[in-house]
Each structure stands twice: as structure tokens, then as C-alpha cells.
């Protein structure tokens, strides 16, 4: 009876090891591809999905909203874990649905079987910034204020590598994440304004001459040389003139009144300004001066 029941008990054991699945984690190894999938999970995948593929989150936290666990983390076969991002559906914030979708995928340092189409890992990446640098020339490239590598961010090709100290023990912390790739910054259109008009006016033999000298600059201070300036001056009667000129290797272009020209005030007004490839700051230009003739 003894050995029955002996016999009897390792038969329900053995069934229940059929019955109870192993708990799920995420692969020790694969290949993670940039602002795509990592192994396992891929970007746009819905929580349930997730968790299909990796089992339960060994714990969550919110982000803006109490309770949408907006974060969560899976553990990683033979060590490690995954930090899994969330957002809405319509990619707003979650909501704790399983119809949130992944937006990014993190994993740290331990996690070093996952190595990118670029063949880099979290083992590289600690042993050798430079190597990582290399990999993703690109890349925008950022440093403590020590001059050490603080992270590696491709936006265009969805992969970030980021090295953060502990102070505490004096050792630094690899992670690396993925997310949708993003657009490059249109390039910023460089521009140019009215830094100075300076007005001056004489007399000779009955003959009086006024004279005004513009200066135009870029965004960076220098000369916008060959930039087309035009103008309009407003005598004393109300009457306009309208003129019009290039500016020189110094920036500047002369506008020149002469003649039997009346008493009273003489107004120059910058109408606009053009150069190929450039923007005019009109807000941030002079764009009239005035004098008075006696």
C-alpha cells in the first residue's frame, strides 16, 4: 500500500507540471532591430500581445494619469529586464487598456544577448562609447560635464544608448532603448536684418545732400553681403521716392538725396530686404530713421 501510494502521489505531480505553464520572460538573445522590434516584441505591439510574449510584467507605474501603467517591466530569461513604454491607441496617453501599444522598449545593461543591426550591445557599449559613436555616425552624440559620453540618440533610425553614472560607487549604468523613428529637423533658414540706418545730411553752395547708410547682417552677426535693399524716402512736401540697392562686402548700401532739396524732415523707410536662401527679420530690424534739415 505504501509503495501505491508513493506511485500514486508522483503521478499528480506529474500532471500538475503538465498542467502549470512555466512563467514567461522576455529572450536572453536576438537581434534587436533600430526603431522596429526588439526580440520578442516589436514597436505598436498592444499590452495583450505583450504580455503574450512575455508573460506578466513583474511590476508597473504610472505615468501622468494614476493607474494607466504607462511603464512596466518584464524580467529577461537568465537575467535582467525589459522596460516597456505604452501610449493610447491614438497615441495619446494610456489608459491601462490592452489596446495600448508599446512606444518604447528599454533594456539594461544584464540584458547583453541583445545586440542591434548595428552589432551593438550593452556589452559594447560600456566597454567602448567610441565603438558605439562609430556605429551610429549620425547620431547626435551628448556629454556630462566631465566630458564622458552621457548618450548616443539616432532619432532617424529609432535607437538610444544612454551611460549613467553611479556616484555612489563610482560605476556607470548602460542602457538601451528603441522607439519610432523621427523625422529629421528641417534645417533652420538662416536670417538677416536692418542692424543700423544712419542718417546725415549736408550743404555746399547752395546744394544740401542727405545720405543714409544701412547696415544688414545675418543671424550670426556678419555682413549679409549682396542682399538687395529696397527703400522709400519721404520729403518734407509728402512726396515719396522709391529706391533701391545692393549692399557691399561690409554689409552696408548708401542711398544719396541731392540737390535744391527743402527744409524740413527726411524719412527713409526699408521696404524689404532679399538674399538667396535667407529670411528677413523684419521684427527684429530697423526699418526707419528720419532726420531733420534746417
Known amino acids: 500500500m505504501k509503495q501505491r501510494g508513493f506511485v500514486l502521489f508522483l503521478t499528480v505531480i506529474a500532471s500538475l507540471a503538465l498542467v502549470v505553464p512555466a512563467l514567461a520572460a522576455a529572450p536572453a538573445g536576438g537581434t534587436v532591430y533600430e526603431g522596429l522590434s526588439a526580440p520578442g516584441v516589436d514597436l505598436g505591439f498592444t499590452r495583450v500581445q505583450v504580455e503574450a510574449a512575455y508573460g506578466e510584467p513583474s511590476f508597473c507605474q504610472s505615468g501622468s494619469t494614476a493607474g494607466d501603467f504607462a511603464y512596466c517591466s518584464f524580467p529577461v ?51 567602448d562609447p567610441e565603438a558605439v559613436i562609430a556605429a551610429y555616425p549620425e ?28 556616484f555612489y560607487n563610482g560605476t556607470v549604468h548602460v542602457s538601451m532603448a528603441i522607439f519610432a523613428p523621427r523625422p529629421p529637423a528641417p534645417e533652420p533658414v538662416p536670417a538677416m536684418h536692418v542692424e543700423r540706418i544712419d542718417l546725415t545730411a549736408s550743404k555746399s553752395r547752395g546744394q544740401r ?3 543714409a547708410q544701412v ?38 548700401v548708401q542711398f544719396v538725396l541731392s540737390g535744391r532739396l527743402n527744409r524740413g524732415t527726411y524719412i527713409l523707410t526699408i521696404d524689404d530686404v532679399v538674399l538667396a536662401d535667407h529670411d528677413f527679420d523684419r521684427a527684429g530690424s530697423v526699418l526707419s530713421a528720419s532726420i531733420q534739415v534746417k
Request: hydrophobic share 35%; net charge negative.
Open 77 to 127: 530569461s537568465g537575467g535582467g529586464q525589459v522596460d516597456i513604454r505604452y501610449q493610447g491607441a491614438d497615441g495619446g496617453d494610456p489608459s491601462n487598456s490592452p489596446d495600448d501599444v508599446v512606444s518604447n522598449i528599454r533594456w539594461h545593461e544584464q540584458v547583453s544577448g541583445w545586440t542591434t543591426t548595428a552589432g551593438v550591445n550593452t556589452t559594447l557599449a560600456k566597454a
Open 139 to 166: 547620431a547626435q552624440v551628448t556629454y556630462n560635464a566631465f566630458g564622458v559620453v552621457y548618450s548616443v540618440i539616432d532619432a532617424q533610425q529609432g535607437i538610444e544608448i544612454i551611460w549613467a553614472p553611479d
Open 215 to 252: 547696415l544688414v547682417r545675418n543671424e550670426r552677426g556678419l555682413a549679409a553681403v549682396g542682399a538687395n535693399v529696397a527703400a522709400t524716402w519721404t520729403l518734407p512736401d509728402g512726396s515719396s521716392q522709391a529706391v533701391q540697392g545692393v549692399t557691399s562686402s561690409s554689409g552696408y
Open 209 to 211: 545732400q542727405i545720405s
